[in-house]
């Protein structure tokens, strides 16, 4: 996108084809007026416009421009936060609401995929959380303790079952959360948008919104080259935000993340890792991750940004810590490379935010947020259609402050992460 070939990667090469949208011309009316195309905007008008809301989503570049079209695809259920810590930190009625969505998220998205007929590579095998030593094996068990109190089909899985399932011995453990799956990300938010089209949302793209302003009966948000006159406004920006939402943004600490694609790997070789193919990641700090596309790439990635010496760090980094998980790849090449930000909180967790009276926003997934955009969009939708109050979501409403030393953290996750990086070349 933008001729940029580090934004997108590999997903925009395999992706189908963006529905047919035009920049915002002239001045429109609406109920609802949804910023920003990705899944949590998408998926607001979608549920909206078939509710029978008269829909108008406004992308300041094109769908899935943001996060949503450069993620690793891991539909995940819950957040990084220990399911017990969820209740502790937002009290117990929010915190099991938010555990009870966020655990069937998945499943929401699965529905939709094929309720809609989204070719997007959809996988439903489950994710492996994999341990990294007796520290990350205590931390597994905790989780699984915690998930199968609440009912959640996961499985501990011991050193011999993950080396079988991942095709590595490297792991001291997993844990395999059979809710779970992977998609090609940037094919879902555009199959996404194709159905809110369908549905009769109007979408327009190349129309960042420059300003809001109050208007007698509702809102009118305005781009260079028209407005939009609507009862409710939904912001959908994350960690993607631009003006004139700049709270959301500095709320919180983007760290970057970076992804390689192999070439596609022969047939013995694709047995030979994740033969049942669910996505995975391990319990570093710096953590890594890896999955298949539908061709057989391998989707391999962690934390840093691909610019400056970090492009070539990363990559040599890359190279080695494959050829130490698999040595069975031998010196496989690199196809494509890409990375994004990822919007995180101070507590991890995601936000709900009342910016002023009928403009609302969920933000802050925390790396988690294809399978809860998702299900916070649908809640978005019921919400400006006056079904569900604002004492029915799964967060409380809070302020958008700015994240404590945020400019030093996130040049501590980009610099930090070359170092780690680095640092792993001498293990
Ligand atoms: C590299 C990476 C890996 C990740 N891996 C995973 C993963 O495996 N699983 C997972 O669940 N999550 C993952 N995430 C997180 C996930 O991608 C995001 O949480 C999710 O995409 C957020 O969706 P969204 O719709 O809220 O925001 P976004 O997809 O970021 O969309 C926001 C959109 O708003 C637009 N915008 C901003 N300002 C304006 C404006 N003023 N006017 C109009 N439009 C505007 C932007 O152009 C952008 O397209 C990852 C993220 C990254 C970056």
Redesign the pocket.
């Known amino acids: 996108m933008q001729n940029d070939p580090r934004s997108h990667g590999l997903w925009e090469r395999t992706a189908p084809p963006s529905p047919a949208t035009a920049p915002l011309a002239g001045d429109l009316k609406a109920d609802v007026v949804v ?8 998926s607001t008008a979608l549920h909206a416009a078939r509710d029978g809301l008269d829909v108008v989503l ?19 259920a819950g957040m990084w936060v220990m399911p017990d810590d969820v209740p502790a930190t937002l009290g117990r009625e929010h915190g099991d609401r938010l555990l009870d969505l966020l655990g069937d998220a998945p499943k929401r998205v699965f529905e939709l995929v094929r309720m809609h007929g989204i070719d997007c590579e959809l996988e439903t095998a489950g994710t492996l959380h994999c341990a990294v030593g007796a520290k990350g094996l205590a931390e597994l068990g905790q989780r699984a303790e915690q998930w199968l109190a609440r009912g959640a089909d996961v499985r501990l899985l011991d050193a011999a079952e993950t080396a079988a399932k991942i095709g590595s011995p490297a792991y001291a453990g997993s844990l395999l959360d059979r809710r779970a799956g992977t998609i090609q ?1 940037l094919a879902y ?1 555009r199959g996404l948008a194709r159905a809110a089209l369908e549905h009769g949302a109007r979408i327009h793209t190349q ?4 300003a809001a302003e109050k208007v007698p009966g509702g809102w009118r948000v305005a ?1 260079e080259t028209g407005s939009v006159t609507a009862d409710w406004i939904v912001v ?10 700049s709270e959301i943004r500095t709320e919180q600490i983007h760290l ?4 390689f694609a192999t070439v596609p790997l022969d047939e013995a070789l694709r047995r030979s890792i994740l033969p049942e193919r669910q ?1 995975a990641w391990d319990t570093k700090d710096v953590l890594s ?1 890896f999955r298949f596309d539908r061709a057989g790439r391998l989707v391999f ?1 962690s934390v840093g940004a691909l610019r400056g010496t970090g492009a070539r760090v990363h990559r040599a980094w890359a190279k080695r810590a494959l050829a130490r998980i698999f040595p069975q790849l031998g010196d496989v090449a690199f196809e494509a490379e ?6 995180m909180t101070e507590n991890s967790l995601p936000r709900f935010h009342r910016l002023a009276p009928n403009v609302v926003a ?2 802050g ?9 998702t299900v916070f ?1 649908r809640l978005l939708a019921e919400h400006v259609a006056g079904r569900i109050g604002e004492a029915d979501l799964p967060l409380p409403v809070t302020d958008a402050r700015e994240a404590r030393l945020r400019r030093l953290k996130e040049a501590y996750y980009e610099v930090g992460a070359q170092i780690a990086h680095l640092a792993d070349a001498r293990l």
């Open positions: 910023v920003g195309g990705g899944y949590t905007g998408l406004l992308e300041g570049v094109e769908i899935g421009f943001g996060g949503s079209g450069r993620n690793v695809g891991l539909v995940n990300p938010v129309s960042p919104v420059r781009t959908a920006t994350d960690a993607y935000t631009n003006l004139p939402w970057p993340y970076f992804n996505g991750s990635g890409w990375y994004g930000q990822i919007g969920f933000s997934y925390n790396g988690r947020g294809i399978a809860p955009g969009g």
